[in-house]
């Protein structure tokens, strides 16, 4: 099973990105874009792991959040990673990007003692909206603003990354609530 620790976001921001990614990708030629029901943010991705771990990490995670209590985060501005000629184009984290760090490297100490194949990589906050992007002239990257989108996270997930009907999917496989205040 292919997993992911995460965020999932609600139909409203998702809704909300989906027009922002219509915009952002207006003048690209070829993209690979997010799906609707697949928007997330990722806090730690665990690659290619054994159903048996499954339980294991799920008391990590559990352990990692017991200090952490739901938050908000402000999704604005656009930004894209190079890969060669393509591009990741993404949705940037202004507000609630320090509590997602820490989170990450939480959860990341925590459930590094699983023998997991999972590569260590920077964190960096982003909400990908779309992949494989490519622009028939570096200055046709239409980059826009838009208006900040506001989303309370209360749950951290355990995701597959799966392929149903030949489609990309991310299911939930376990939703571990963080504290409330």
Do not use: W
Not at 26 to 45: G, V
Not at 89 to 103: C, E, Q, Y
Request: hydrophobic letters at 45%; one cysteine or more.
């Amino acid at each position: 099973m292919r997993l992911f620790i995460g965020l999932m976001l609600s139909l409203e921001t998702r809704k909300a990105l989906e027009k922002v990614q219509t915009i952002a990708l207006n003048n690209a030629f070829s993209k690979n874009p997010t799906l609707l029901d697949n928007f997330h943010l990722t806090l730690c991705f665990l690659g290619d792991t054994a159903i048996e771990s499954i339980d294991q990490i799920v008391k990590s995670i559990e352990s990692a959040i017991q200090s952490f209590h739901s938050f908000r985060i402000e999704i604005s501005q656009i930004g894209s990673f190079q890969k060669g000629q393509e591009y990741i184009v993404f949705a940037n984290i202004v507000k609630g990007h320090k509590i997602l760090v820490d989170l990450s490297e939480r959860i990341r100490q925590t459930i590094a003692s699983i023998p997991l194949p999972y590569v260590e990589d920077e964190f960096v906050p982003h909400i990908t909206l779309a992949r494989r992007v490519r622009f028939p002239h570096i200055n046709m990257i239409e980059l826009p603003n838009f208006e900040v989108i506001h989303e309370d996270i209360n749950n951290i997930v355990l995701f597959e990354s799966t392929r149903i009907h030949n489609t990309l999917t991310y299911l939930p496989i376990k939703i571990i609530p963080l504290n409330q205040f």
